[in-house]
């Protein structure tokens, strides 16, 4: 027994001694594997029929510029028109009214339900269904004009886009506590008002990271508009091999132009998500 | 005779088949501290939040400083108030939350601005002095940057008086504000209260806090299973209690 707050001896005091570090022998074992396979990949490529002087000339050419340009454009533009969709629709979800949660569900249903290929081919093709289109006495016009490969891709993208952002945009809006709604109602706060500057910049927090990671995958799937000639970078590298034959060649092209963009929107994530931590604690 | 600020007639509410408030009729005087007490289920949260509408009554009414909430006669029938105009009501009293419910995106001083500046479209530079002002009468105007996870509960539940009290209401409406905190913390909070009680305001407190409902409350009410069992002075309620049910709630929690 000891005393009140004493300690019973006989543990050797540790303060001087240093910590040895153990060899991370699995370490050195595990680069050297990497280091070896990648260098046979590279001898491979080397050694392998591309004719690399190809890829640097066309890596540059205007058509894959502007290719790369246009899925950009694209990516940008459907992910803008698929988020708004995807706020309207997830707050038509969560609205007390049934008639809007109804088209809310079937709105979800149909896109996410029909693949995206399908609904690409079906937007540029409308003019066999409707030869004009337009609203009833005000303005009307050939389908064949109004859906361009610009129009049907950015309709076809944006609306399928929207079917899955609101059920993001809904996950996020539902994990902001009750009690901040209580909080906003009581200072007087309309349900636009609330939403707008207390709830959504907390959902944001929610939303982001797989927003991001859904804009990621629509600069890729932008290549799917290629079906509807969309001038976008694989369909660029598409139309230069058709004609050189140099088809590996163009595709490391639009690989690298794929990679080096979706390389650059990592970081630009990082921050946007950092911005809407705010206040959270954890805005590392 | 002076109007109440609050008159409560006949107000039931149920939740499901649950019946959370049967029939309270009550009146809170200007300038009255009254304290609510009672097990959790006895319907005092529920009285409290069904003056700022977070819930509507299903039969009975509310006057806020005379006005009639969240219905409007017209016609010899009742009509529901709309969004906005249940907004402007509500906008005239303050709540403060058990859990603090601090917007925790925006700093202290972001939480204490944003009613008058986004609700009442108050003036930037006045708000911006008044919600300061206001921030230094709760302890925290050095707290003005930080944001609220960077506060103690005690410092969040003083910014979350000073945010209801930027609304200038005439009413403050309290729901269990010290539940939350650890016992060190209870008395900044306190000590706030009991400084607003001084300064004149009606004050609602549901509180498990008797030594403050002793202290501070002019009127204390007891309520059970969704009625008021007793009313009076602290003195009289807490001291000497007219009820058996008054006295054996006493007898658990003293």
Known sequence: ?284 | MNTPMVAFRGVHKSFGSFEALRGVSLDVMPGEVMCLIGASGSGKTTLLRSVNQLHPIDAGGIWLDGELLGLREEGGRLHRLSEAEIARQRSGTGMVFQRFNLFPHMTALGNVVEGPLRVQRRPKAEVRDEAMALLERVGLGDKAGSYPVALSGGQQQRVAIARALAMRPKLMLFDEPTSALDPELVGEVLAVMRELAASGMTMMVVTHELGFAREVADRVIYMDRGAIVEAGTPAEVLGTPQEERTRAFLSKVL
């Open chain 1, 1 to 284: 027994m000891t005393a009140r707050g004493g300690v019973t001896p006989g543990f050797p005091d540790l303060g001087g001694l240093a910590v040895a570090r153990r060899p991370f022998w699995g370490r050195w074992i595990a680069a050297a594997a990497v280091l070896t396979a990648l260098g046979l990949i590279l001898k491979a490529f080397a050694e392998g029929q591309i004719e690399w002087s190809y890829v640097a000339r066309f890596l540059t050419a205007p058509t894959i510029l502007s290719g790369i340009v246009n899925t950009v454009v694209m990516a940008v533009l459907a992910m803008a028109l698929g988020t708004v969709l995807g706020i309207v629709v997830a707050l038509m979800r969560l609205s007390q009214n049934p008639v809007l949660v109804a088209c809310a569900a079937g709105y979800t249903w149909l896109f996410r339900g029909t693949p995206l290929i399908l609904q690409l081919l079906l937007w540029f093709n409308i003019a066999l269904i409707f030869p004009t289109i337009g609203l009833p006495g005000i303005w009307s016009a050939p389908a064949v004009e109004v859906m361009t490969p610009f129009v049907s891709a950015l309709l076809g993208l944006g609306l399928n886009q929207g079917a899955y952002t609101s059920e993001v945009i809904r996950a996020g809006i539902i994990s902001v506590d009750e009690g901040q709604h209580d909080a906003a109602r009581a200072i007087g706060m309309g349900r636009l008002t609330a939403l707008r500057r207390v709830v959504l910049p907390q959902a944001m927090k929610v939303v982001l990271p797989p927003l991001g990671n859904e804009f990621i995958s629509m600069i890729k799937t932008t290549s799917l508009a290629s079906v509807i000639q969309f001038p976008e970078v694989l369909h660029s590298a598409q139309n230069i091999y058709y004609a050189n034959s140099r088809v590996i060649e163009l595709l490391i092209v639009a690989g690298f132009w794929y990679l080096a963009v979706v390389s650059v929107l990592t970081p630009v994530q990082m921050l946007l998500e950092r911005h809407f931590s705010r206040g959270s604690g954890r805005t590392r």
